[in-house]
């Protein structure tokens, strides 16, 4: 098992930026590729940014590519996602995942989640 414990969310103006972590326990956190999804209300679940085990591979929506980055530090098995240029259309709940091997998209392939944390922009 993969305890996940999202933090950082809140609410920015427009442009603004925030940081969301992502802290790991229970099993070897470096054999774990990592991923941040968003669902806002009466919207489907969607993947913002993936990270594979090393760090080495990246993926993002094109909603979010050259505003958010995605980050992980295997020492402290936390994952990051910095995000910048808020804008309102980013309001969701944001959920870290981990799936063991290799990294995805797609939430399904992703088996532990954390509880997802608010972000609000307005406008």
């Known amino acids: 098992q993969v305890q996940l414990v999202e933090s950082g969310g809140g609410t920015v103006q427009a442009g603004g930026s925030l940081t969301l972590s992502c802290a790991a326990s229970g099993r070897t956190f470096s054999a774990y590729a990592m991923g941040w999804f968003r669902q806002a209300p009466g919207k489907e679940r969607e993947s913002v940014a993936a990270?594979?085990?090393?760090?080495?591979?990246?993926y993002y929506a094109d909603s979010v590519k050259g505003r958010f980055t995605i980050s992980r530090d295997n020492t402290k098995d936390t994952v990051h996602l910095q995000m910048n240029s808020l804008k309102p259309e980013d309001t969701a709940v944001y959920y870290c995942?981990?799936?063991?091997?290799?990294?995805?998209?797609?939430?399904?392939?992703?088996?532990?989640w954390g509880q997802g944390t608010q972000v609000t922009v307005s406008s």
């Open positions: 990270i594979s085990w090393s760090g080495g591979s990246t």
């Open positions: 995942a981990a799936r063991y091997g290799s990294v995805w998209s797609e939430a399904y392939k992703y088996n532990y």
